[in-house]
């Protein structure tokens, strides 16, 4: 009986010997990140970078600006970035030791806004050519047999409509040319079947 309580004892006291080691072969990295007026900030991030093998380890501060990352390799160098809306800070050429935490206090340097002007002068927008507006006043006092709006196009001295299939000619261009849209819709005669232009055997308004 004694024997198999020696035992036991051997065996746990060589687990325990095998948890510790297990325990040994990392590191860590405490902190507190503060601001240039020294006081603490929260929700500031915190990014570790192991260069070597671009391992990552994040953190967030918490209400008294602490943060803490365990279980990073061992050796490095290390960037650790700190990024808060009150300023950011770096540290190049970090190195952890075996089974040790670095304690850190982060104070965050005021980052520096660029502002740039940019002036110039508005763009001058003019129509080349002639052109010719409508408005709702001029569509209503003008005279049209079939409620076609040809009839209000052929106003412009460029625009030559047929007496004989009603197709409407701008500048001497073929009447194919022409491009007719209603709030955005377009009316053309995509198919070619109708000598008028439209997409039916009558205007779309």
Same mark, same amino acid.
Request: aromatic share 4%.
């Given at each position: 009986?004694?024997?198999?309580?020696?035992?036991?004892?051997?065996? *746990?006291?060589?687990?325990?010997?095998?948890?510790?080691?297990?325990?040994?072969?990392?590191?860590? =990295?405490?902190?507190?990140?503060?601001?240039?007026?020294?006081?603490?900030?929260?929700?500031?991030?915190?990014?570790?970078?192991?260069?070597?093998?671009?391992?990552?380890?994040?953190?967030?501060?918490?209400?008294?600006?602490?943060?803490?990352?365990?279980?990073?390799?061992?050796?490095?160098?290390?960037?650790?970035?700190?990024?808060?809306?009150?300023?950011?800070?770096?540290?190049?050429?970090?190195?952890?030791?075996?089974?040790?935490?670095?304690?850190?206090?982060?104070?965050?340097?005021?980052?520096?806004?660029?502002?740039?002007?940019?002036?110039?002068?508005?763009?001058?927008?003019?129509?080349?050519?002639?052109?010719?507006?409508?408005?709702?006043?001029? =569509?209503?006092?003008?005279?049209?047999?079939?409620?076609? *709006?040809?009839? =209000?196009?052929?106003?412009?001295?460029?625009?030559?409509?047929?007496?004989?299939?009603?197709? *409407?000619?701008?500048?001497?261009?073929?009447?194919?040319?022409?491009?007719?849209?209603?709030?955005?819709?377009?009316?053309?005669?995509?198919?070619? *079947?109708?000598?008028?232009?439209?997409?039916?055997?009558?205007?779309?308004?």
């Amino acid at each position: 009986m004694k024997v198999k309580h020696l035992a036991l004892a051997v065996t *746990l006291a060589l687990g325990t010997v095998n948890v510790a080691m297990a325990n040994d072969t990392s590191s860590g =990295i405490r902190g507190n990140v503060i601001s240039p007026a020294g006081q603490v900030i929260p929700n500031a991030k915190v990014e570790i970078i192991h260069i070597p093998s671009g391992t990552r380890s994040s953190a967030v501060t918490n209400e008294s600006g602490a943060f803490s990352s365990m279980g990073l390799r061992v050796g490095g160098p290390y960037k650790i970035t700190i990024t808060s809306d009150q300023g950011v800070k770096t540290y190049n050429n970090i190195y952890l030791s075996l089974d040790d935490t670095l304690r850190l206090t982060a104070q965050v340097e005021s980052a520096q806004i660029e502002r740039i002007a940019v002036t110039g002068s508005a763009i001058v927008t003019q129509s080349v050519g002639s052109n010719s507006y409508f408005g709702a006043d001029d =569509i209503a006092n003008a005279p049209s047999f079939n409620r076609d *709006l040809k009839d =209000i196009v052929r106003n412009n001295p460029l625009a030559v409509l047929s007496s004989k299939d009603g197709e *409407l000619s701008v500048a001497g261009t073929n009447p194919r040319f022409n491009s007719i849209s209603v709030d955005g819709i377009g009316q053309n005669d995509d198919f070619g *079947l109708n000598a008028n232009g439209y997409p039916t055997t009558r205007s779309p308004i």
